[in-house]
C-alpha cells in the first residue's frame, strides 16, 4: 500500500465534511487536505436525493459544490474508498478501495471523523428481495429511480423526515403509497399532536394512506427474488413492489472501534463524543454531523442532533479549529422546515412542553394554521409554526439570542407581530446570521 501525509483528513465527503474544508482554508491555506468518502460521488446534498426520485432535479442539479471544489480548496480527493484500521497512536488510518482495488495508508496530523448515519433496519423475513431498500444516499435513490417504471404499489416504513419525504417523492411517481408508522403519529420527533394530525392530513388529501400505531413483521417475494407483498403486525396485507425502510437512522462508529475515542452511551443514541469545539477526547481528532454529538443551545447539553445545517456548521467550526483558531459551536438546537403538499411547517427547540416549574406554553389554531411557543420564564425554548411560517426567523433569533418576551409576550402569536415589537437592543442582533456571529 503506497503511504502518503496530510496536515488533515477529513473521513466523510458529505455537509459535514465540506463545511471542514472550508473551515480549514479560512485560517489555513496552505496546509495539505485528503478528503475520504467510501461513496464515489463528488459532493452532493444529501436532503436532495427524494428531489432526484420525483424528477425535481438531476445529478449535476444535486452537487453540493462546484466540480472544480476540491481542485479550488487544495483538496485530495479518495472518493469511492472506505477508512478503516484508524491508529490514533501512529496518526494513520489505511484505505481500501470500494470497488476492490487497491488500497493507501494516509498520515495525518489533524483528523475530522465526519461519517454520518447508518440506517436502521429491523430484523423480518424477506429484506434481500429485490425492492427492498433504504433512503439515505444517491445510490438508494438512483436504484429507486431505475425501478419506478415497473412499481405500481409502494410501501413506506417510517414516518420520521426520510420517510415522509420518501413518499412524497413516491406518491408523484406510482400509483399508490402507504406510508406505515408504529408511533400514534407522524414525524413524532419534530411535531405535536395537533400538527402532526395537520401534516397526516395533507398526505391524505394527496392520496397517501397513512397507517399508524402498526408496522411490518414480514416482506414476501414473487418466487423470481422480487418483493409482492408486505405483512402488517395486525395481519393486513399491502401489495408492492417497492418497499422502502426508513425507520430511522443511527451514528455511523465503525471507524472507531478498537480506538481510545469516546463514544457516547446508546441509550442517548451512541455517537461521538466531542465538546463545544468539536473535538474528541483524543487531542487533534475531531468529530460532527449525524455521527456526533453538538451543543443543543435550548437544552444546554450535547446530544445528537442529525441535521444538515448542524452538520456543516460543526465540520466548518472543527475546520478552523484544525487550523489552529478557536471556535465553539454554540449555535445547534433541533430545527426543521418541511413543506408537505403545499404545507409548510417549521419546528425549533422543544415540541412538548416539559413538566417542570417555569415551562408554559401559548398556541393559536385558525383555518389551515397552528402556531405553538414554549416559553420558560418567558424566554423562548421551542417553537412549531404550520401552515403560515412567515415569522419563524423572528422566533428563532428570539430562541438563540435568549430574548426576555415579557413585554410584548401578548403579541407573539397575533396576526401582526413583527419586528416592530421587538425592543430597539434586540431588533438588529436577530436579524445576524449564525455564519457572522461564529
Given at each position: 500500500m503506497a503511504t502518503k501525509k496530510f496536515k488533515y483528513l477529513i473521513i466523510g465527503n458529505s455537509a459535514g465534511g465540506i463545511g471542514c474544508v472550508e473551515g480549514i482554508r479560512r485560517v489555513d491555506q496552505k496546509g495539505s487536505i485528503a478528503v475520504v468518502s467510501d461513496e464515489k460521488y463528488h459532493t452532493y446534498s444529501r436532503p436532495l436525493i427524494t428531489h432526484l426520485i420525483e424528477g425535481d432535479t438531476d445529478r449535476r442539479g444535486m452537487d453540493f459544490r462546484p466540480r472544480n471544489f476540491y481542485k479550488g480548496h487544495g483538496v485530495e480527493p479518495y472518493l469511492g474508498y472506505r477508512a478503516q484500521d484508524l491508529d490514533t497512536d501512529r496518526r494513520l488510518v489505511r484505505l481500501n478501495s470500494s470497488n476492490g482495488g487497491g488500497g493507501h495508508t494516509i498520515r495525518f496530523e489533524k483528523l475530522l471523523v465526519a461519517t454520518g448515519g447508518k440506517p436502521f433496519i429491523p430484523p423480518m423475513e424477506g429484506l434481500d428481495l429485490d425492492g427492498v431498500t433504504p433512503m439515505i444516499n444517491l445510490d438508494q435513490s438512483l436504484g429507486v429511480k431505475k425501478k419506478l417504471s415497473r412499481v405500481r404499489n409502494a410501501v413506506v416504513l417510517g414516518a420520521g423526515l426520510i420517510g415522509t419525504k420518501t413518499t412524497q417523492a413516491l406518491s408523484h411517481q406510482v400509483e399508490s403509497v402507504t406510508m406505515v408508522e408504529l408511533a400514534d403519529r407522524i414525524l413524532s420527533p419534530v411535531t405535536d399532536a395537533v400538527s402532526s394530525s395537520m401534516a397526516a392530513d395533507a398526505f391524505r388529501r394527496s392520496g397517501v394512506e397513512v397507517l399508524l400505531g402498526n408496522t411490518v413483521t414480514e416482506v414476501r417475494g414473487d418466487g423470481k427474488g422480487r418483493v409482492r407483498e408486505v405483512l402488517?403486525?395486525?395481519?393486513?396485507?399491502?401489495?408492492?413492489?417497492?418497499?422502502?425502510?426508513?425507520?430511522?437512522?443511527?451514528?455511523?462508529?465503525?471507524?472507531?472501534?478498537?480506538?481510545?475515542?469516546?463514544?457516547?452511551?446508546?441509550?442517548?443514541?451512541?455517537?461521538?463524543?466531542?465538546?463545544?469545539?468539536?473535538?474528541?477526547?483524543?487531542?487533534?481528532?475531531?468529530?460532527?454531523?449525524?455521527?456526533a454529538h453538538a451543543h443543543d443551545f435550548v437544552t444546554g447539553g450535547m446530544r445528537l442532533l442529525p441535521l444538515w445545517p448542524n452538520a456543516y456548521i460543526g465540520g466548518r467550526i472543527a475546520g478552523m479549529n484544525m487550523a489552529g483558531s478557536s471556535h465553539q459551536h454554540r449555535w445547534a438546537t433541533n430545527m426543521n422546515s418541511v413543506d408537505f403538499f403545499g404545507f409548510p411547517m417549521v419546528s425549533?427547540?422543544?415540541?412538548?412542553?416539559?413538566?417542570?416549574?417555569?415551562?408554559?406554553?401559548?398556541?393559536?389554531?385558525?383555518?389551515?394554521?397552528?402556531?405553538?411557543?414554549?416559553?420558560?420564564?418567558?424566554?423562548?425554548?421551542?417553537?412549531?409554526?404550520?401552515?403560515?411560517?412567515?415569522?419563524?426567523?423572528?422566533?428563532?433569533?428570539?430562541?438563540?439570542?435568549?430574548?426576555?418576551?415579557t413585554s410584548f409576550k401578548k403579541e407573539l402569536l397575533t396576526d401582526d407581530f413583527a419586528v416592530v415589537h421587538l425592543p430597539l437592543e434586540v431588533k438588529e442582533k436577530i436579524k445576524q446570521p449564525i455564519m457572522e456571529i461564529e
Open positions: 402488517l403486525k395486525d395481519g393486513k396485507i399491502l401489495p408492492c413492489e417497492l418497499f422502502v425502510v426508513a425507520i430511522g437512522v443511527r451514528p455511523r462508529t465503525e471507524i472507531l472501534e478498537g480506538t481510545p475515542i469516546a463514544l457516547a452511551n446508546m441509550k442517548v443514541g451512541g455517537g461521538i463524543d466531542v465538546d463545544i469545539n468539536m473535538e474528541t477526547n483524543i487531542e487533534g481528532i475531531y468529530g460532527c454531523g449525524d455521527c425549533a427547540g422543544f415540541m412538548l412542553k416539559p413538566e417542570k416549574k417555569g415551562f408554559e406554553e401559548i398556541t393559536r389554531k385558525e383555518n389551515d394554521c397552528y402556531s405553538k411557543v414554549i416559553l420558560k420564564d418567558d424566554v423562548i425554548q421551542g417553537f412549531i409554526m404550520a401552515g403560515d411560517i412567515d415569522r419563524a426567523g423572528i422566533y428563532l433569533g428570539l430562541m438563540r439570542d435568549k430574548v426576555m418576551t
